[in-house]
T-cell receptor, first 112, second 116 residues
Framework: DAGVIQSPRHEVTEMGQEVTLRCKPI?????LFWYRQTMMRGLELLIY????????DSGMPEDRFSAKMPNASFSTLKIQPSEPRDSAVYFC??????????FGPGTRLTVL | DQQVKQNSPSLSVQEGRISILNCDYT??????FLWYKKYPAEGPTFLIS?????DKNEDGRFTVFLNKSAKHLSLHIVPSQPGDSAVYFC???????????????FGTGTRLQVTL
C-alpha cells in the first residue's frame, strides 16, 4: 500500500488567495483526519470524517477553512482567503477504526 | 488549554544509554495513549501505545509506562541508537466504543538527539 498521499507537498501563495490541499487515505480506512502543525501549538486536529461524514469540526479555526470528503478515497481542505498566519504544515491521517492513525507526509503551506 | 503536555522540548542522550521521554495529561477521560515518532519532512509514524487498563507495554527497545494516578506516561528507549534521533509526540484519546476511532490530542513534542 502506498500509504496516505497528500498533494501538493509544498505550497507558496499570496495572502488572499484560495488554497486547496488534497488527501488520499489508505484504502479501506473509514476515518480521515486533518491536522495542522505549528511551532506554537504543535499538532492540532482540525476536522475528522467517518465514512465520508464530518464528525467533529470543532478544531477548524474559522469560516475561511472548509473540508470535504466527496468519496472514500479523496478529501480536500480549502482555505479562502488565505492569511500569513495560516502558514503551517498540514497533515492528513487515516485510520481503519482504531486508535492508531497513519499520517501522510504533509503539505508545507507558506502564505506571503 | 494544553491537555497533553511534553515539558521537555529537547533531550540529548549518548548512544547505548537509555532515553526517557515524559508526557503529562490533564483530561481524566483519556483512556488510550500513543507515542509517535517524526523525522523531518515526513509525517508522524506510530511507535507504541498503551491502554489505561495497563501500566506497561513493551515492544523491543521501546517501553511505555503509564501512571494513571499521576496522569503521567513515559517512553523508554533502551539502548538508544542514532537512528532514534527524531521528534517524539505523545498523544491521547478518549475512546468511544470498540471498532471506532476517536480524535487524538497531541503534545507539542520532544526532540531527541542520540549522539555517538
Amino acid at each position: 500500500d502506498a500509504g496516505v498521499i497528500q498533494s501538493p507537498r509544498h505550497e507558496v501563495t499570496e495572502m488572499g488567495q484560495e488554497v486547496t490541499l488534497r488527501c488520499k487515505p489508505i484504502s479501506g480506512h473509514d476515518y480521515l483526519f486533518w491536522y495542522r502543525q505549528t511551532m506554537m501549538r504543535g499538532l492540532e486536529l482540525l476536522i475528522y470524517f467517518n465514512n465520508n461524514v464530518p464528525i467533529d469540526d470543532s478544531g477548524m479555526p474559522e469560516d475561511r477553512f472548509s473540508a470535504k470528503m466527496p468519496n472514500a478515497s479523496f478529501s480536500t481542505l480549502k482555505i479562502q482567503p488565505s492569511e500569513p498566519r495560516d502558514s503551517a504544515v498540514y497533515f492528513c491521517a487515516s485510520s481503519p477504526g482504531r486508535n492508531e492513525q497513519f499520517f501522510g507526509p504533509g503539505t508545507r503551506l507558506t502564505v506571503l | 488549554d494544553q491537555q497533553v503536555k511534553q515539558n521537555s522540548p529537547s533531550l540529548s542522550v549518548q548512544e547505548g544509554r537509555i532515553s526517557i521521554l515524559n508526557c503529562d495529561y490533564t483530561n481524566s477521560m483519556f483512556d488510550y495513549f500513543l507515542w509517535y515518532k517524526k523525522y523531518p519532512a515526513e509525517g508522524p509514524t506510530f511507535l507504541i501505545s498503551i491502554s489505561s487498563i495497563k501500566d506497561k507495554n513493551e515492544d523491543g527497545r521501546f517501553t511505555v509506562f503509564l501512571n494513571k494516578s499521576a496522569k503521567h506516561l513515559s517512553l523508554h528507549i533502551v539502548p538508544s541508537q542514532p537512528g532514534d534521533s527524531a521528534v517524539y509526540f505523545c498523544a491521547a484519546s478518549a475512546k468511544l466504543r470498540t471498532g471506532t476511532a476517536s480524535k487524538l490530542t497531541f503534545g507539542t513534542g520532544t526532540r531527541l538527539q542520540v549522539t555517538l
